[in-house]
Nanobody
Framework: EVQLVESGGGLVQPGGSLRLSCAGS????????IGWFRQAPGKEREGVSC????????YFADSVKGRSSSSNDNVKNTVYLIMHSLKPEDTAVYYC???????????????WGQGTQVTVSS
């Protein structure tokens, strides 16, 4: 059974940083792309980042580019999204998803985690 579990969300002050984790099981991480998406209340789900397991490349949306990075731990089957200089508009539920390649549409991803809440507020 394929499972994705996000963790690392919480309340962060503006300008702060956090590291989100996406731990996977039931599949080989290296065969998949792991996308990060977020959804704020009343808004559509938007792509934030994607880590390509096949070549180790990472992609970032313009909204987080320059203040985000990603890494992976193949032993733990985990991908991390590190975000800095957080803003109130980063507040959302963050989801990770597994697909065969990095793609923009959420519909291109086969498996999803349950999400983790990130709130940026003073």
């Amino acid at each position: 059974e394929v499972q994705l579990v996000e963790s690392g969300g919480g309340l962060v002050q503006p300008g702060g940083s956090l590291r989100l984790s996406c731990a996977g099981s039931g599949f080989t991480f290296g065969d998949y792309a792991i996308g990060w998406f977020r959804q704020a209340p009343g808004k559509e789900r938007e792509g934030v980042s994607c880590f390509s397991g096949s070549d180790g490349r990472s992609y970032f949306a313009d909204s987080v580019k320059g203040r985000s990075s990603s890494s992976n731990d193949n032993v733990k089957n985990t991908v991390y999204l590190i975000m800095h200089s957080l803003k109130p508009e980063d507040t959302a539920v963050y989801y990770c998803a597994a697909g065969h390649k990095c793609s923009r549409p959420p519909s291109e991803y086969d498996y999803w985690g349950q999400g983790t809440q990130v709130t940026v507020s003073s």
